[in-house]
């Protein structure tokens, strides 16, 4: 206190003899301050939104309440000084002082003001890993470990731990407990004995629960495995927010389930009678729906989690209710398939900590094993509904290793004993032990001093702290945005140039006999990684730039120029931080994905050849005199996908596909496949897959044609084969598989279960249009006939309706007999038809010849 008062400038202007006397006073003092010991309990700062006089009854309450808000950091200092002296008892010390509060504050009314203060300083001090730690200052080594600098600072503590910190968790399936400074709030509740702060406490943190459940986490989708700063944000947010609802939720189980608690289990009579009495009763909370949500709107990570908190403090007769016997078989449901399923959509960490938190419950004392044995509770499905991807969370990977032991410390203490056992039976039982290896890293962002940071963090929030929170939260967020949108204009501009210069770099080198193609990717992008070091001046500078301008726009005009000043400072430093720190350690993965990306787009430009593989057979050169005017694959792509709307989608009975523009489609079509400028492997797969849809389709007589022409007979001459349009368009469809294509067409999606479905649908079953494209395939030489058989065979086996299984029995005999006669030039047509009536007759179907007049 010495110090800071006499460092203040303000005691020097207003008398600088007292400031004399300050300075004299603390340069003789003999007490030593260190700059590197913990801050003390941090107390929540004034809300001028709820705090203020015009939210109190009276100037009487509001004063109280002021005092009671006092006496409350008093209690919490003392209990942070001494609770772990040996002998100190809270409820001797500090019971009769919070009784007394709590008298104060019932005489007033102020409870809900306190329970809301009450609930904000727990957050602020136990969402921490273990509840904000045993103690401030638990380690007597703390001041060394920290000179030796914050980035290695976990792995010196958890180093440490393996060889002085003795087991903390008892046991691998612990009881619930508070530890840290949860303790402090369980013992306040207990010595206050306040049945309306109590029930003021637990309306508050339900609001709270139910504010943070629904919160959006995930903005955008997750469609690679590139970690990007987006990405990192949303988890620190997920874990911010899951640790604050598992410590909310057991805090409101722990007040919901307190009047009923008992040390020893109730007897079987008394467990009937309060199990009757109790299931009159409406929960606090409705978990059962939370969860049911949950599970529909795929956000069981965030959900299950905290529930689990909640229900780990029942008493002994909770679990035989009726809500919550519902509440825990749907658990148990989520459990069995969990561990039964292979689900691959959600993350494995996810479902991992799922399944452990669920795991930990079960074990729970106070839930008993016969709950999980009974038939009498309803099995609910699982149902999950198609959402956004703002509202799904459990495929995305939020979760961590850091996280799962967070919650879940028991599976550390597992860890840590199996690498013990490893590394004690290793040597002679032919294991492995894991060697502690010295590593050091450069970071391309100069790290300030321990001593530094920690004190540009102290004055920080001391400034936040005598500011409104909306101050706190606009600097926040103009730091989130400045960040982000820096590392986006560093990709956007150097990362690109530097891409530009290794495409020409690689340009002449990559069309070399015997190039070595990833030692030349390796060469261009270790030359590149020296300027990458530009990004954090460049973003530094960004920062500089943008941070201000936002701060400026989004702060009241009438904010002062000092608190303006301070605020700029803090948002660009904080900005700066975030996205310095995340190009330092991604920078040069990042212009080695996007030289790799650019690189690769060059390798399939043709002319050049793809690494092991032959050229001659993937890539073909345009046509000689080709003038590159082919229409663009994506355009003949929209236009097909336009066609296979029309043939599945609902469509009015006028709405039809004009048969020659379909031909003209299959023309341009032609001449994009034929013209390999720009044609890339990707888009001729896609044709390749439209294509074969579209046939499909047409075999079903699912396309509606119309012939709309001035001269319909010069159409029919150009398409016609059997007096039906659809035989030319096949036509040209098979020509265009042999001719034009560069890749294998999957014709064998013909034969899926859906595209054959298309003919099961129809009214009319076109059974020579599909044996017309069968006989068209094997001359094509696009499906050996073999290769047709086996699947005509697999799709009997698949549970058809009984007519359909009849004529596609028909259809797979014709075929098999016919192939064999292709010296005979018959039409194709002509020849399965005569053939399918001679067996029509023989074997006597005069039922199925009037279901299908085709046949």
Known sequence: MLKLLAENERIASFSPALHERLRQAYENSTAKVSLLLPCSVQSVSFQPETDNRSNFPSDRAFHIFKKQRDVFYELLREWEDNHEKTGWDFERVLGNKIRAMMAHLSATCNHSHFARLFQKQLIQMCKGPVGGGASWGDTPDQDVLNMLGSDNLSRLKRLQERFVVPQSIRGPCPPPSFPGCQQFFRDFILSAGSYQFNQHLMDSLCLKILELNGLTLVEHEHNDGEADMDEQDEKKRFTVVLLSLRLLAKFLGFLVFLPYRTVEQPTRDLQDSAVALRNQTLPVLDVLKLLRQSIRDQRSVLTIPWIVEYLSLMDHIAPFLDYYRKVFCLLLQVYRLMVLSEDKEMSFLNKLLILAVLGWLFQVPSVPEELFFTTDVRQEGLMMDTVTPAQALDSVPLV???????????????????????????????????????????????????????????????????????????????????????????????????????????????????????????????????????????????????????????????????????????????????????????????????????????????????????????????????????????????????????????????????????????????????????????????????????????????????????????????????????????????????????????????????????????????????????????????????????????LKELPWPSDFLKELEILSRVFISEHHKEELRTNPCELTRQSLDRRCCSEKTTALEEQTPKL
């Open 400 to 794: 961590d290793q850091q996280l799962l032991y967070t919650c879940c410390p028991y599976l550390g203490e597992l860890r840590k004993l199996l690498a013990s056992f490893v590394a004690g039976s290793g040597a002679k039982n032919g294991g492995f032990i894991r060697k502690i290896t010295p590593t050091a890293a450069e970071s391309l962002v100069p790290k300030a001093s321990v001593t530094q940071r920690k004190l540009q963090v102290e004055l920080e929030q001391a400034f936040f702290h005598n500011q409104p929170p909306s101050l706190r939260r606009t600097v926040e967020f103009v730091a989130e945005r400045v960040g982000s949108n820096c590392v986006k204009h560093i990709k956007a501009t150097l990362v690109a140039e530097l891409v530009q210069r290794a495409e020409v770099m690689l340009q002449d080198k990559v069309k070399e006999k015997d190039a070595n193609h990833d030692k030349l990717l390796e060469e261009v992008c270790a030359h590149l990684y020296e300027e990458g070091s530009q990004a954090l001046i460049k973003g530094r500078e960004f920062c500089k730039k943008k941070g201000p301008e936002a701060v400026r726009v989004l702060l009241p005009e009438e904010t002062s120029a000092a608190v303006l000043s301070s605020a700029e400072d803090i948002a660009v430093e904080l900005a700066t931080e975030k996205a310095c720190g995340w190009l330092s350690a991604n920078i040069a993965a990042l212009i080695k994905r996007e030289v790799k990306a650019t690189f690769n787009r060059m390798l399939r430009v043709p002319g050049l050849p793809l690494p092991g593989e032959d050229a001659l057979e993937l890539r073909r050169d345009c046509p000689p005199g080709c003038q590159h005017r082919a229409p663009f694959p994506s355009q003949i792509i929209n236009e097909i996908k336009d066609v296979l709307c029309i043939a599945v989608g609902p469509r009015d009975e006028a709405e039809v596909i004009d048969c020659v523009w379909l031909e003209s489609l299959l023309g341009r079509l032609s001449q994009t496949l034929r013209c390999r400028k720009f044609l890339c492997p990707t888009s001729e797969q896609q044709l390749a897959k439209c294509t074969v849809e579209l046939a499909s389709l047409l075999v079903s007589d699912h396309v509606p044609l119309s012939l709309e022409v001035k001269s319909p007979e010069k159409v029919f001459e150009r398409l016609r084969v059997k007096n039906s349009p659809t035989y030319g368009l096949l036509k040209v469809l098979l020509s265009v598989w042999k001719e034009d294509f560069g890749t294998p067409v999957p014709v064998q999606l013909m034969f899926s279960k859906k595209n054959i479905g298309y003919l099961a649908e129809a009214k009319q079953r076109e059974w020579d249009l599909f044996l017309f494209m069968l006989h068209g395939l094997v001359e094509h030489e696009l499906m050996r006939t073999s290769e047709i058989e086996s699947c005509l065979h697999r």
